[in-house]
C-alpha cells in the first residue's frame, strides 16, 4: 500500500480496535510501500499485514448487512 492507503487502514484499523502500526518498508523511504507492523521501532518490528487484514474481514462476516456484494436496481436520473 502506499501512503493515501496507509492512512485509511491506519483509521481503520483504530476505529475497529485492532492492533497495528501501519508504517513504511524503509522508514527513509515515505513514497515506498507501507505494511502493518506489531511495533513501531523498525529494528524490532514484525509485519502484521496480513493478521491485521483478516481481523478487519472477521469484524464483517458473511451474511451480515454491508458484508458483501447485494442485489439492487440503479435507477438513472430524469433528463428535463
Given at each position: 500500500?502506499?501512503?493515501?492507503?496507509?492512512?485509511?487502514?491506519?483509521?481503520?484499523?483504530?476505529?475497529?480496535?485492532?492492533?497495528?502500526?501501519?508504517?513504511?518498508?524503509?522508514?527513509?523511504?515515505?513514497?515506498?510501500?507501507?505494511r502493518v507492523y506489531d511495533t513501531a521501532d523498525p529494528a524490532t518490528r514484525r509485519d502484521v499485514t496480513a493478521d491485521?487484514?483478516?481481523?478487519?474481514?472477521?469484524?464483517?462476516?458473511?451474511?451480515?448487512?454491508?458484508?458483501?456484494?447485494?442485489?439492487?436496481?440503479?435507477?438513472?436520473?430524469?433528463?428535463?
Amino acid at each position: 500500500m502506499d501512503a493515501d492507503e496507509a492512512r485509511q487502514v491506519d483509521a481503520m484499523l483504530r476505529q475497529l480496535g485492532i492492533p497495528g502500526v501501519v508504517a513504511p518498508e524503509d522508514p527513509e523511504n515515505t513514497a515506498g510501500p507501507w505494511r502493518v507492523y506489531d511495533t513501531a521501532d523498525p529494528a524490532t518490528r514484525r509485519d502484521v499485514t496480513a493478521d491485521a487484514l483478516a481481523s478487519v474481514a472477521a469484524k464483517f462476516p458473511k451474511g451480515q448487512p454491508g458484508s458483501g456484494p447485494t442485489r439492487g436496481f440503479v435507477i438513472p436520473p430524469k433528463d428535463g
